[in-house]
Nanobody, 121 residues
């Protein structure tokens, strides 16, 4: 079982920056993809960015060139942290952001509780 602790988020004006962090532990995370999804009011949950343990990152078109995802891997790959650096934030980035840890070929899939990001003037 994987435990997830999220931090970061909050309120920022348009053009500002925020960083989200997701700490995962409890299992060998070598074959898990980690990342962030978001859900805005009245909309479906959507992918923001994910990254494999090998460092292969994937971004939604809406956040490319503004957001960067980093993965920090501990010894034996048991504790991993994923940071999402969000720059040039726009009001349409306002959403609840949830960390996801998903095995690359089994059904194992874990979600964080979510953290609110609000971009407004």
């Amino acid at each position: 079982h994987v435990q997830i602790v999220e931090s970061g988020g909050g309120f920022v004006q348009p053009g500002g920056s925020l960083k989200l962090s997701c700490a995962a532990s409890g299992s060998d995370l070598t074959f898990y993809r980690m990342g962030w999804y978001r859900q805005a009011p009245g909309k479906q949950r959507e992918l923001v960015a994910t990254i494999t343990s090998g460092g292969i990152a994937k971004y939604a078109d809406a956040v490319k060139d503004r957001f960067t995802i980093y993965r920090h891997i501990s010894r034996h790959n048991v504790n991993n942290t994923v940071d999402l650096q969000m720059n040039s934030l726009k009001p349409e980035d306002t959403a609840i952001y949830c960390c996801n840890v998903a095995h690359t070929w089994t059904q194992a899939n874990y979600w964080g509780q979510g953290t609110q990001v609000t971009v407004s003037s």
